[in-house]
């Protein structure tokens, strides 16, 4: 595919504070942008990252028809730590696939998965530059849809924007792999049933935010959420899907709860237990059976997963004022160890036998 390209003349990349990236900060050169009218879609260009405009009466701005993807690029480095020249892009399909299951939940028009990924590698590869070279950093790719209609009224849009924005990110948690507190949330509802739960809807994020804005100024991290009818089941993270390792069990919460996001990173580190003969288990889990767990000590682990942390553990839970306290408040090795397993294929230090990686020449 051969993308029109428009170079930037002015570059951001000495406006980075590369000491202190810290995660969706900072933007690259370009951006990929392309149009949906008529019942197709155009060509697609690779554009100077810029304001765009837009009218006041845009669907999207009333009607939230927008969803989005995140997904990572990196550097792959020799055996001594030197950059070889090539890059990866973890698990693209998946990210592709997805946004497009999202987009029919939300009336949005199917893009090709190959057309995708192959924008995300030219604008990888025009923006090379500002992919970290810290182990642990990487270009996060925000690849989004969104409604360009123009028109009030409860209705589809009959034009779309399909972008893709680049961003050099550092953890997504200011202190890395340092266990977070969570809050279980009683009051609050993220998503239901037949809602847009397990869709990467923008609107499920608006949802969340009252809630998470409430159990940070509580001094949490984030909220885990429970299910919207009940509030007796666990849901997910507001960021990421979550796991327990209960007497050496690695469970998480079906998919088939029909409001749970089916994370990319979920579903690799799920594999890689597999792959390493732990008992892994997809069901729907009461918290009730999680306090029980903890009282007696079978709560060995708790983390979370995701494409901006990988994985992320909790070091406490506090449900109705009630704190528990997991390992001690520290990273687990099961949690380390599946942080490690992720980061070291993605940076290709170790095999890929599954063919996770789009590996391409820069």
């Known amino acids: ?47 100077p990252y810029s304001p765009l405009p837009f009218e006041p009466a845009l669907c999207t701005f009333h009607y939230a028809q927008s969803c989005f ?38 009336c949005i028009p199917h893009i090709d998965v190959d057309f995708q990924i192959e924008a995300m590698k030219e604008l990888v590869k025009i923006d090379q530059k500002f992919i970290p070279q810290k182990r642990g950093q990487s270009l996060y790719l925000r690849p989004f849809i969104m409604g360009s209609g123009n028109f009030l009224g409860v209705q589809a849009s009959p034009e779309y ?17 340092e266990p977070i507190k969570i809050l279980v949330e009683d009051k609050y509802v993220r998503a239901v049933r037949g809602g847009l739960g397990f869709t990467k809807a923008a609107a499920n ?13 509580k001094g949490f991290s984030q909220v885990l959420w429970l299910d919207g009818i009940e509030f007796k089941y666990v849901d997910e993270v507001g960021a990421m899907n979550i796991m327990f390792l209960i007497n050496d069990e690695l469970i998480t919460p079906t998919l088939e709860q029909g409001s749970i996001l089916p994370g990319i990173t979920r579903m690799s580190i799920l594999e890689i237990a ?31 997963t995701g494409t901006a942390a ?23 090795t099961l949690s380390q160890k599946l942080f490690d ?6 940076y290709s230090d170790i095999p890929d036998p599954k063919g996770w990686n789009e590996h391409f020449k820069l």
């Not at 553990?313 to 449900?319: K, S, W």
Request: proline share 2%; glycine share 8%.
């Open 1 to 47: 595919m051969n993308f029109k390209i428009t170079k930037n003349a002015n570059t951001r990349y000495n406006a980075i504070d590369w000491n202190n990236l810290r995660f969706g900060v900072y933007f690259s050169d370009h951006f990929f942008i392309s149009k949906y009218k008529d019942g197709k879609w155009d060509d697609g260009e690779i554009i």
């Open 69 to 106: 993807e995140g997904l990572k690029a990196f550097n792959c480095m020799d055996a001594s730590g030197n950059i070889t020249g090539n890059a990866n892009i973890f698990r693209p399909k998946k990210n592709a696939e997805r946004l497009n299951m999202s987009g029919e939940r939300l």
């Open 274 to 304: 597999k792959d390493m003969n732990i008992k892994v288990t997809e069901r729907r889990i009461e918290f009730q059976e999680i306090i029980d767990a903890h009282k007696t000590g079978k709560l060995q682990e708790c983390f979370g």
């Open 310 to 332: 990988i994985i992320s553990p909790v070091g406490q839970l506090t449900y109705k004022d009630k704190d528990m306290v997991i390992n001690d408040g520290k990273i687990g």
């Open 341 to 346: 397993t992720i980061l070291d294929i993605q």
């Open 161 to 177: 924007l399909f972008m893709i924005i680049a961003s050099p990110v550092a953890s997504y948690y200011a202190n890395g792999l």
């Open 205 to 217: 994020y608006a949802a969340s935010l009252y809630g998470g804005t409430k159990a940070k100024e």
